[in-house]
């Protein structure tokens, strides 16, 4: 009867996803209720690289403790099992050599780096290090000195710390986390931006300045003229499909 309910109802579901061999794989997910077992894992397989045939669902109820059911009939729908908002969907990953397996995915430590002498990168003519520095033995040293500090504040009159906003190029969301001055990075005004995604490039702290907190690689700062400010909801990575 509660899977009856809950299908005729509200349509989706939101649960939290975890992997057996990825500890990092960790995202609120929207699921459609008539969506099968099988369909189920046919979202999921792309996102954490275990197959369909290797993987095991099991359904969790973390505030109580509670194990609420295995997913075992591939032809099942999901509102089978009557699963709440605030679940936890578990992957388990039964392929010992599957590609999410020894934690390479997650540390990238384990991953062999070509590595080049500092020695021989310099003797190279075609490297990014050449071109920047090409470029800005061109650009005028005069011309940030010449930017007043109180540059750009104009257009920070309407972006507020606590902010959601979108962030040019690659319409990056986040939230507004800084907005003022920042010296170590030239004259005029900044916005300190925590992206909802790890496209980031630091924790808020630059240069040996702390602007704001946020996790490792979801922080940026960068002009004003590049953040708009809106209502602009959190993406869900793995969302493919709209229900």
Request: proline share 5%; glycine share 8%; with cysteine.
């Amino acid at each position: 009867m509660a899977s009856t309910i809950q299908l005729q109802g509200d349509d989706s579901v939101v649960l939290r996803v975890t992997h057996s061999n990825l500890k990092t794989f960790n995202s609120d997910t929207r699921f459609s209720l008539q969506l099968t077992v099988e369909g189920v894992k046919e979202k999921l397989w792309k996102k954490c690289g275990t197959s369909v045939n290797s993987m095991h669902l099991e359904l969790y109820d973390d505030a109580r403790n509670d194990k609420i059911a295995d997913l075992s009939d591939n032809s099942k729908p999901l509102g089978f099992y009557s699963p709440l908002d605030g679940f936890r969907l578990h992957v388990v990953d039964l392929d010992p050599a599957s590609i999410s397996s020894g934690g390479w995915l997650e540390d990238t430590s384990l991953v062999e780096k070509y590595q080049i002498s500092e020695e021989a990168y310099n003797k190279r003519q075609d490297t990014f290090r050449k071109y920047k520095e090409k470029i800005t033995s061109g650009i005028p040293a005069t011309v940030e000195a010449k930017m007043p500090d109180t540059c750009m504040e104009d257009l920070c009159a309407n972006i507020k710390v606590g902010s959601r906003c979108e962030v040019e190029p690659g319409a990056k969301r986040g939230v507004v986390k800084f907005v003022g001055q920042a010296e170590p990075l030239g004259p005029g005004f900044w916005v300190g931006v925590q992206y909802d995604e790890p496209l980031g490039k630091h924790d808020g702290m630059v240069k040996g300045v702390r602007y704001f907190e946020c996790p490792p690689s979801h922080g940026g700062i960068v002009r004003p003229e590049k953040v708009k400010v809106g209502d602009y909801a959190e993406r869900d990575p793995f969302e493919e499909d709209e229900i």
